[in-house]
């Protein structure tokens, strides 16, 4: 039997990690595994999303810290937090103190003390600072440079592809009309860049300008020193919090009436074929279509393109068919035109990328497009980015293509914690309106991965440690809260218009919707069950019965999503994720209604997991609404259908 912990996070996680904090007029949170201070707001604006230290490797990997010492104090208008630090990963040993401090003046301060206690390269160590998109983007603010003159800017509305703001003292905006809210930075230059070009839903702040050639050497006994102050006056006049300290409630628009965009799945990397039991349960899903990525340069391309072409007949679904050639394009094309005519392959899309490329080069995408026309002339082309939509953005398409825009997403490219995650979602339609702006297209995102996606081609074990998950696996993956946590995004995603289809996850093992029959190789840390479904597959089965939405507003996005769905009849369903890891009670306007209520939570996870037809076969609880209101009470990270009668 699997701990409340694993079957919301997939893994042990504390519970009581987040402290709340007061400073003046702010409010804020800290988090005490990681020594951040998140969500500093006033009301219901955030000032700024977080403030924290990293130590980025030669690769950009983040080395987490281990905190030790940690003392807080804290009283009604401010606090003081200090603790002890250690990033060691591989050749890095580095020791940090940070002391964070919060005034009733409105004042914040994060300083940060280490000292390397090996010789190692690094990308990036020191203080970085978060500021949120959804009060920011598009709005005036002021630079500082070191020199002392100041500049005026704007917070760029689309993602800017480079960093907006170079050689930055401090910072200050409005976030409130009337609140003037700065930040002062010491000990290094720093400069900003769009973390939206990774989907991340914010702008950051950090140090060491990239113009700086990285991987640096620290030396042994290297010592670095940093600070950032956010300063915030209290306004005249108090802002009192609306929706913050209420519960969530959704409504729904009845307008307008939406298409339900088209999902898939990639095919499964570890090459294992679907058994009779797994086409079954993915039949039931109604699939869009399945990805299969054709990698040139790997030995085994025929076999796994084979087995994808087996498995998308079995199916009942085509193949989106993402190709990455080499350094011979043209006889890779030619001897791949052979291999697909011989299976007869139904593909509905082909994704052309090149190996070594950010972006496929328009002549690429030329010839592909004119080598592949044999296949079916009708059959659309895509290209873009296979890594981080930052590639597209940086190397956009000419205004001509005859490519759909594509790119992956993934909320994990800097942290990994589950509020970042949530916070993410708002980035990846951002990155879609972005898009739009250079190549006003039908955007096609593909894949969608809790974590930076496997590099194509390489093997199983590759990116990873012995006796470690690998880089590209999170346990979140079989957990209540990566399924809520896909709701979210396709709740984020469903209402746009521009998007030509999402492809999310695999179909089997530690990156899928469902376990292999044989388990996975390191149960100790995804501890899977052999054989069984994911939560996750339950939100793809809850889609499948209907093709239309109703757009769905949450008031509290970060704590709430949710979608409406319409089947051929007209009934209405609605799908309600818990993103957050203690129970809410929550209302849904619906008008005078009864509904049946069934809920995918920690009561009832183990048996939807083992026994997902007979879970599936429940119609749930019947509920019937009070003052035009359903009320639900949603266990962590909870997954609710609630079927309208």
């Not at 190397?395 to 490519?403: G, L, T």
């Not at 190549?439 to 390489?458: F, W, Y």
Request: glycine letters at 6%; hydrophobic letters at 40%; a neutral charge.
């Amino acid at each position: 039997m699997h701990s409340l912990s694993i079957l919301r996070f997939g893994t042990e996680v504390p519970s009581d990690d987040i402290v709340p904090l007061n400073a003046g007029t702010l409010t804020l949170l800290f988090e005490k595994s990681t020594g951040f201070l998140r969500n500093i707001r006033m009301g219901d604006h955030e000032i700024v999303r977080c403030i924290y230290a990293a130590v980025r490797d030669p690769e950009w990997k983040t080395v987490r810290p281990v905190l030790s010492g940690l003392q807080i104090e804290k009283h009604a208008s401010g606090f003081r937090i200090t603790f002890d630090a250690v990033c060691r990963r591989d050749s890095i040993d580095f020791r940090w103190t940070g002391v964070l401090t919060g005034t009733p003046e409105g004042t914040i301060s994060f300083e940060f003390d280490g000292t390397a206690e090996s010789d190692f390269r690094r990308n990036r160590i020191g203080i970085c600072v978060l500021h949120p998109i959804l009060e920011c983007a598009g709005k005036p603010c002021s630079i500082e440079k070191p020199d002392g003159t100041l500049e005026p800017g704007v917070f760029p509305e689309a993602i800017s592809p480079h960093q907006p703001f170079r050689q930055i003292r401090a910072i200050s905006h409005e976030p409130i009309p009337g609140v003037r809210a700065g930040v002062r930075f010491e000990g290094d230059v720093f400069e900003m860049e769009d973390q939206r070009n990774w989907t991340d839903a914010s702008f950051k702040t950090y140090s060491t300008p990239l113009e700086i050639p990285f991987p640096a050497d620290v030396p042994k006994g290297t010592r670095i020193q940093q600070k950032a102050t956010l300063s915030v006056p209290a306004p005249a006049r108090k802002i009192l919090s609306v929706n913050l300290g209420r519960g969530a409630q959704l409504s729904i628009s009845t307008t307008p009436v939406l298409g339900k965009p088209r999902i898939g799945l990639c095919t499964a990397h570890h090459g294992n074929p679907l058994s009779q039991r797994e086409i079954e349960r993915l039949r039931t899903l109604n699939l869009s279509h399945l990805r299969i990525d054709t990698h040139f340069a790997a030995p085994d391309w025929i076999e796994r393109f084979k087995l994808a072409a087996r498995e998308s007949t079995a199916l009942g679904v085509p193949l989106h068919a993402a190709l990455i050639l080499g350094a011979n394009p043209e006889s890779e094309l030619e001897e791949f035109i052979v291999l697909a005519k011989s299976l007869q392959a139904t593909i509905s899309l082909w994704l052309i990328f090149q190996e070594s490329h950010p972006s496929a080069p328009e002549s690429l995408i030329r010839l592909a497009k004119q080598k592949l026309a044999p296949l079916g002339p009708n059959i659309l082309v895509a290209a873009g980015a296979d890594r981080f939509f930052t590639e597209l953005n940086r190397n956009r398409p000419d205004a001509d293509s005859q490519a759909l825009p594509c790119f992956p997403i993934t909320p994990q490219a800097h942290a990994i914690d589950s509020m970042t995650m949530v916070e993410n979602l708002a980035a990846q339609i951002h990155a879609v309106d972005t898009t739009q702006t250079f190549a006003p297209r039908a955007t096609v995102i593909s894949p969608i991965t809790l974590r930076p996606r496997r590099t194509p081609g390489t093997s199983i074990e590759g990116n990873t440690r012995p006796g470690q998950l690998p880089d590209w696996v999170d346990p979140r993956q079989m957990s209540l809260f990566g399924a809520s946590w896909t709701l979210g995004s396709i709740a984020r995603m469903a209402p746009c218009a521009q998007i030509h289809s999402i492809t999310y996850f695999e179909t089997t093992g530690w990156t899928g919707i469902m376990e292999g029959e044989n388990g996975c190789a390191l149960p100790e840390l995804f501890p899977s069950i052999p054989g069984s479904v994911f939560p996750v597959y339950h939100l793809l089965a809850d889609l499948a019965d209907c093709n239309r939405l109703y757009p769905t507003h949450s008031s509290h996005p970060l704590q709430l999503e949710a979608i409406t769905l319409l089947d051929s009849k007209n009934r209405r369903r609605i799908l309600v994720a818990n993103l957050l890891g203690e129970t809410q009670e929550i209302k849904i306007k619906t008008g005078t209604c009864q509904a049946r209520v069934r809920y995918l939570d920690e009561t009832t996870a183990m048996e939807a997991m083992q026994s997902p037809e007979t879970f599936r076969s429940r119609q749930g609880d019947l509920l019937e609404s009070a003052a035009g209101k359903l009320s639900l009470n949603l266990l962590p990270c909870a997954l609710t259908r609630v079927d309208i009668l």
